[in-house]
């Protein structure tokens, strides 16, 4: 017979990574990025934003640009009134469609393969491996 361990508010929680080889083409931390761009106007603004650096978030920004058949980010050089960043067509479209997945992804939840995994799943993992009930 088996026993359910867990609290009824016990979480399933999902992240989606896309790799592009071994680097991460876009996640959820890229993909905020990408909305604190659109947001800001200014990679350094999603940055500080994001409570990141300019040079964490620059970084990030062109491991996306690498990784995709066309830039996500395209920034725009000038002086200080013509400077920024903006997604691209290509960076919207992504990021739809990796929040598409995200939502999807979330619903499984619901499901009952996570039921399942839960009747089963402690509300917190015991102190030592062995230890009894």
């Not at 934003?49 to 690498?66: F, H």
């Not at 830039?71 to 598409?100: D, I, K």
């Not at 979330?106 to 089963?120: C, E, H, K, M, T």
């Amino acid at each position: 017979m088996t026993q359910n361990m867990t609290a009824p508010d016990s979480q399933l929680k999902i992240s989606i990574r896309i790799l592009c080889g071994d680097e991460v083409a876009m996640g959820p931390g890229k993909a905020d990025l990408l909305d604190a761009i659109a947001r800001n106007g200014s990679i350094s603004g999603a940055g500080r934003a994001m409570g990141m650096s300019y040079r964490r978030a620059w970084l990030l920004v062109d491991a996306m640009n690498r990784c995709w058949a066309q830039p996500l980010v395209e920034t725009m050089a000038g002086g200080a009134a013509r400077s920024g960043a903006q997604l691209s067509n290509t960076g919207h479209a992504v990021l739809a469609q990796y929040r598409a997945l995200q939502a999807g992804a979330g619903a499984i939840d619901q499901g009952p393969d996570w039921r399942a995994l839960q009747s089963v799943l402690r509300p917190a993992p015991h102190n030592r491996q062995h230890e009894q009930e």
